[in-house]
């Protein structure tokens, strides 16, 4: 590799070098989605070979991680040679932490050169990983509305708190807000539309008003109301999901879990903080309801404790903050070996889910695959040359060469803000 020339000698010796990296660009759509970042990788095979990746939260410092230092290391090296490059780049965070913006930047850079090697083979991701497994993936819908990331219907960019969108206003998509207050009508439109599932996340405003550390059975009774009109419109036609943004403390959640119970749940997602693993197996032992956890889980190292202590029924993945579609497939992997389930999470970006994708046509265990559809519907398209394909409440496995998606040139235009790029 180009960090050690003997190394880089002995694979050009042997022909097994890949095309070489030649700049690193990433640039943030602050009018579309302000806390996206998007990322490519530039080769020395031409415009036709062009890694794209992208993560999502706190996108400057993830920027600056990657043009501070990462790009040292790619920059000349072998573009194909993917688990090298995270190898090195996940050892060297470690020194100084790894996790937030470390992590972020290798799961931007680890699904950009992904993407490199599927135009180099001439393969889909999921190919390369060992697929085809199923020819797509079951959707469920994030009832987060346009605004829910996005920048505002104005213009105005929305930043928002981490973790916590605009709940909207009436209109159409606007999910957030209709499973808040139309409910019943929007399950009866996700059904129309081939939906089995959907997550809603009603209990938000109880938690800010008392901070998590308790919520009063009138709050809580009037948080579940959607959940309830749900059920008395349209049955278990379509299974309900909650997530509670990691909000609550321990007795509040098992109130939560307990009021769940006859909404009989397909799963309770991030109600507790994951601040400790055995306080999550606690909860999941009294819920009597499925718990999910969790995209803040980050790497294999969370993720054996997840598994080792039984504190899920369903391992929820985020590809673009746990390490890439190199440790998303891993994790998934160590998942099967205890017989779980994996979600794979996105209410972010398109190459978030188009990773997710790939890797679920590679691994049996994968059950759902997280969607916005407002997102699909109103930003992807100003992001992405190719959308993605929803139909019956299913994804197809894509089958272009590499993850499935390029970014629109526009969008790295240098005289945008924001733009940097780093070059040999």
């Known amino acids: 590799m180009a960090t050690d020339p003997q ?4 694979h050009a010796a042997a022909g097994i070098d890949g095309p070489r990296i030649t700049a690193i660009e990433t640039a943030i759509p ?8 998007l990322l490519r990788i530039h080769t020395d095979a031409g415009d036709t070979v062009i890694g794209h ?22 920059i000349d090296g072998d573009a194909m040679a993917v688990e090298s490059h995270w190898r090195f780049l996940y050892e060297r965070t470690t020194s100084f932490g790894t996790r937030g913006a470390e992590l972020r930047a290798i799961s931007a850079i680890d699904l950009a050169l992904w993407d490199v090697l599927g135009q180099v083979t001439g393969q889909p991701i999921w190919r390369l990983l060992g697929g085809p497994v199923r020819d797509g993936i079951t959707l469920y819908n994030s009832c987060g509305g346009p ?10 960019v929305n930043h928002g708190r981490p973790g916590h969108g605009d709940i909207g206003r009436p209109g159409p998509l606007e999910d957030n807000y209709n499973s808040n207050f139309n409910p019943g009508d929007l399950a009866e439109e996700l059904i129309a539309e081939g939906y089995t599932a ?45 997530d509670g943004h990691a909000l609550f403390h321990l007795p509040a959640a098992l109130r939560i879990a307990e009021a769940m119970r006859d909404i009989q749940p397909l799963w309770l997602e991030d109600v507790l903080r994951m601040d400790s693993i055995d306080t999550l197996a606690d909860f999941r032992d009294k819920a009597g309801v499925p718990i999910a956890a969790s995209e ?35 994790v998934a992997h160590l998942a099967q070996a205890y017989n779980l389930p994996v ?29 916005v559809r407002a997102h699909i519907r109103t930003l992807y398209d100003r992001l992405i040359d190719t959308n993605l394909v929803v139909d019956a409440g299913r994804a197809m496995l894509p089958t272009r060469p590499g993850i499935g998606a390029r970014w629109l040139d526009e969008l790295f235009d240098p005289s945008l803000p924001h733009h940097r790029m780093t070059r040999r």
């Not at 992208?54 to 790619?74: C, F, G, K, N, Q």
């Not at 790497?299 to 598994?307: F, I």
Request: proline share 3%.
């Open 296 to 330: 803040m889980l980050l790497s294999r190292t969370d993720y054996v404790q997840l598994l080792e202590r039984r504190a899920a029924d369903y391992v929820m993945i985020d590809p673009t903050w746990v390490g890439g579609i190199s440790e998303t497939h891993r």
């Open 343 to 371: 979600l794979m999470h996105d209410c972010t970006g398109p190459l978030t889910t188009l990773a997710g994708i790939q890797v679920a046509g590679a691994v049996t265990n994968v059950a759902f695959q997280e969607t």
């Open 30 to 37: 602050e009018h579309i989605m302000p806390g996206l970042m």
């Open 147 to 156: 605004s829910y990331g996005g920048s505002r219907q104005d213009g105005a």
């Open 198 to 242: 959907m997550k809603l996340w009603t209990l938000d405003r109880a938690a800010h008003a008392r901070g998590g550390l308790h919520i009063s059975w009138a709050d809580l009774k009037d948080a579940l109301k959607p959940f309830h009109e749900i059920r008395k419109r349209v049955g278990d036609r379509i299974e309900l999901c909650l």
């Open 53 to 74: 990746g992208e993560t999502y939260y706190a996108p400057h410092a993830v920027a600056a991680m990657i043009h501070d230092w990462m790009a040292r290391r790619l």
């Open 7 to 10: 190394l880089a000698t002995s």
